[in-house]
């Protein structure tokens, strides 16, 4: 059974500073790997995804990649309050980067205190 | 594009009852996969649908079944409910053929049995 594993929150960070949340994956195979946003009440809004090991940076946003591992993370510069969420790391199921089903850790909450 | 659109977005049940949820696909997609979410947990994949059949199911009975219309929108239906079936349904819509970075969810559907 393929698992996804995220480090236990709540995690809390001031404003201003890195937040660093991380994931682990069981299966060898998978090859894309998401990370998502989940307001409290709201659906899943996807905020960087990432195929290739090493880093992918995006604004403030940096996913990091080592295969070898097993191991996704992400990184989120200059916190902001309204960075206070769920994040959701999330790994395709099939194999390959056009898979569209996927396994989803159990979530680590963010609070970033003024 | 009104994005992926699921009703209703609440709905109270009993257990024992029968509970049938729709979700209408983003435009230009043909793919549609549901997710059940219980409060604290990350999304778990029910099943997924694509030219009106079932293509990939998760690890849930068969009290869940669904369908698939002509026009790509989707139903669950849940049988025999149980007070462990409270949770919030996403639906997913995709792209079969397109990286899976294109796959978009519904505000979800809140489930509570009583």
């Known amino acids: 059974q393929k698992e996804v594993e995220q480090n236990s929150g709540p995690l809390s960070v001031p404003e201003g500073a890195i937040a660093s949340l991380n994931c682990t994956y069981s299966d060898r195979g998978s090859q894309s790997f998401f990370w998502y946003r989940q307001y409290s009440g709201k659906s899943p809004e996807l905020i960087m995804f990432?195929?290739?090991?090493g880093d992918k940076e995006d604004g403030r946003f940096t996913a990091q990649l080592n295969k070898a591992s097993q191991y996704v993370s992400l990184l989120i510069r200059d916190s902001q309050p309204s960075d206070s969420a769920t994040y959701l790391c999330a790994v395709n199921m099939e194999g390959d980067n056009y898979g569209q089903n996927f396994v989803f850790g159990p979530g680590t909450r963010l609070s970033v205190l003024p | 594009d009104a994005g992926v659109t699921q009703s209703p977005t609440h709905l109270i049940k009993t257990r024992g009852q029968q509970v049938t949820l729709r979700c209408s696909p983003k435009?230009?997609?043909?793919?549609v996969s549901w997710y059940q979410q219980a409060l604290g947990q990350g999304p778990q994949f029910i099943f997924q649908?694509?030219?009106?059949?079932?293509?990939q199911r998760g690890n849930f009975p068969d009290r869940f079944s669904g369908h698939q219309f002509p026009n790509y929108s989707s139903e669950l239906n849940v049988n025999a409910l149980l007070l462990g079936d409270s949770a919030l349904y996403l639906c997913?819509?995709?792209?079969?053929?397109?990286?899976?970075?294109?796959?978009?969810f519904g505000q979800g559907t809140r489930l509570t049995v009583v």
């Open positions: 997913a819509s995709s792209s079969t053929g397109t990286l899976n970075t294109e796959a978009f």
């Open positions: 990432i195929y290739s090991n």
């Open positions: 435009s230009g997609h043909d793919t």
């Open positions: 649908y694509y030219e009106e059949e079932e293509r």
